[in-house]
């Protein structure tokens, strides 16, 4: 009797991207955007708000290229940051020698 072999799709295990980037990251920086030029009412205000949001959708698709879950490696790198252990190069010299 042969295993029964079930393909998993692609669909059940995909990222949420919105645009190309994280999603909560890109509708974030879209909120901030939105802040900036509505509160101003100026024309600067929403030049400067245009190129922070084409600025910060271009970063964040190149992070999620490299990896879709980039937020969470950071932030996990960030939480764990105190606990590295100290590590020396090849090129130390220790004070006294043991013998």
């Known amino acids: 009797m042969a295993l029964r072999t079930i ?14 980037g994280d999603r909560e990251l890109v509708l974030t920086s879209l909120m901030i ?4 030029v509505f509160s101003a009412f100026e ?4 030049v400067v708000g245009g190129i922070f949001w ?4 271009y970063g ?8 879709p879950q980039m ?4 932030l996990r790198s960030l939480k764990y940051e105190a ?12 004070a006294r020698e043991y013998k």
């Open 60 to 67: 964040l698709r190149l992070m999620a290229k490299k990896d």
């Open 83 to 94: 606990y590295y252990p100290a590590q020396s190069t090849p090129f130390y010299e220790n």
């Open 43 to 46: 024309l600067k205000a929403a």
């Open 7 to 20: 393909p998993i799709r692609q669909v059940g295990s995909r990222i949420n991207l919105v645009l190309g």
């Open 71 to 74: 937020r969470f490696v950071y």
């Open 54 to 57: 084409v600025a910060s959708l």
């Open 33 to 36: 955007c939105c802040v900036l």
